[in-house]
C-alpha cells in the first residue's frame, strides 16, 4: 500500500522547537520530490518547504524561512521538517506531500 | 511571488450540473505548472489536477484541467453528491509554491 505517515506534532510554547517526520512506504521515495503544506485551523493551505529528489535543493515559504529546515533520509524513507523559534501562526495541521501521495497530517499547536 | 486568485468564493450548483472553476495567476505560471486539489471536511487534499492539464492516478475523467500562462479553469463536467468540497489551485512553477484561496463548491 502507498501512504505517507506524519509524526511528532504536539503542543510547543512560543519560541520553541519540534522536529515532523514523515514515513514513506509502498513506492519509490528517492525519486520524488517531496515537501510539506500546512493549514490553520478554518483556513486554506499554505506550501511551506519542497526538497528535491536529489536533496540537493530546498525552498521556502517566506513566512518559514531562517527557522524552519527540510531534509529527507532515503536510507529511511524518510522527510523531515526542523522548525524553531516557533509562532502561535505556525499552528496548524502540516502535511507530507508527494505528488499525489498525502498524508493526514499532524496537529502542531503553538501556545503558552 | 505570484499570487494565485480563484473564483467564485462559492459555486452553488445541482448534482448533474456542469461546473467551472477559475484561477488567474498574478504572472506568467512557468511551464504551466499548475495544479488542482479537492478537500472534503477533516480529510487530506486529494491532488486532481497537474502540468495544467494532466489528471493524477485514479481521478475520474469528468474532471478537467485547462489554461495556460496566466489563465486556468477546472471543470467538472457532470457532477457527483461527492464533488461537493474546496477546491484549490497551485502554482508549482516558481517558488515560493503559492495556493490559491480556495473555492467552495456547495450543493444548491
Known amino acids: 500500500e502507498v501512504l505517507v505517515l506524519e509524526s511528532g506534532g504536539g503542543l510547543v510554547q512560543p519560541g520553541g522547537s519540534l522536529t515532523l517526520s514523515c514515513a514513506a512506504s509502498?513506492?519509490?521515495?528517492?525519486?520524488?520530490?517531496t515537501g510539506w503544506v500546512r493549514q490553520a485551523p478554518g483556513k486554506g493551505l499554505e506550501w511551506v518547504s519542497t526538497i528535491t529528489s536529489s536533496g540537493d535543493s530546498t525552498f521556502y515559504a517566506d513566512s518559514v524561512k531562517g527557522r524552519f529546515t527540510i531534509s529527507r533520509d532515503d536510507s529511511k524513507n524518510t522527510l523531515y521538517l526542523q522548525m524553531n523559534s516557533l509562532r502561535a501562526e505556525d499552528t496548524a495541521v502540516y502535511y507530507c506531500?508527494?505528488?499525489?501521495?498525502w498524508g493526514q497530517g499532524t496537529m502542531v499547536t503553538v501556545s503558552s | 511571488e505570484i499570487v494565485l486568485t480563484q473564483s467564485p468564493g462559492t459555486l452553488s450548483l445541482s448534482p448533474g450540473e456542469r461546473a467551472t472553476l477559475s484561477c488567474r495567476a498574478s504572472?506568467?505560471?512557468?511551464?504551466?505548472?499548475l495544479a488542482w486539489y479537492q478537500q472534503k471536511p477533516g480529510q487530506a487534499p486529494r491532488l486532481l489536477i497537474y502540468?495544467?492539464?494532466s489528471r493524477a492516478p485514479g481521478i475520474p475523467d469528468r474532471f478537467s484541467g485547462s489554461g495556460s500562462g496566466t489563465d486556468f479553469a477546472l471543470t467538472v463536467s457532470r457532477l457527483g453528491p461527492e464533488d461537493f468540497a474546496v477546491y484549490y489551485c497551485q502554482q508549482y512553477g516558481d517558488s515560493p509554491y503559492t495556493f490559491g484561496q480556495g473555492t467552495k463548491l456547495e450543493i444548491k
Open positions: 504572472q506568467s505560471v512557468s511551464s504551466n505548472s
Open positions: 506531500a508527494t505528488f499525489n501521495i
Open positions: 509502498g513506492f519509490t521515495f528517492s525519486t520524488h520530490a
Open positions: 502540468g495544467a492539464s
